[in-house]
């Protein structure tokens, strides 16, 4: 590869009145810190058509977030499957899909979290790429808000 390190992006799924949403800011938080200095690129990405632009912004403002906060225009959600807010997607330098799902394992159904967090699987799929390793574990299952006008099929 030239000795030109890969790009990975990271897409998150957001939606302003999800609580899972608000409680998971913190993750992020952290992950835009540790990963500040790598070639990581993170963006909040909000598919809800009710979101309002100022809904966006306040979000941003509320919960300290530095990465990009936009609405969803280029349909990501619908390119990418997207289930969920919140729900994280790493993306290739040809935006395959490596990563997809929680960013970590603190809420285990919706309304429901551990105690503490267990495993930052966002966070260990972003050092496995780092590494230069495929992602060990790389999907896991998503709890949060459901995107709006997504029609969630249990499995027969």
Known sequence: ??????IWRVILFLAPLCPICQ???HEM????????????EF??????????TEQIVEF???????????ADTADWAGRL??????????????????YRGRLNDRYFAPGKRRSRTRNR???NAL??????????TPVTDAVGCPIEGLRLQKDP
């Open 43 to 52: 963006a909040g990405v909000f598919p809800n058509a009710s979101t309002r």
């Open 60 to 70: 941003g403002d509320t919960y300290g977030l530095e990465m990009s906060l936009t």
């Open 81 to 98: 499957d997207a289930r969920w807010t919140p729900e994280a997607f790493v993306l290739d330098e040809r935006d395959s899909i490596v």
């Open 23 to 25: 409680n998971m800011t």
């Open 29 to 40: 938080r952290l992950l835009e810190e540790e990963f500040a200095d790598a070639p990581v």
């Open 121 to 123: 699987d966002l966070r």
């Open 127 to 136: 050092n496995d790429l780092l590494d230069g390793r495929a992602v060990t």
């Open 1 to 6: 590869m030239n000795g030109v390190k890969p």
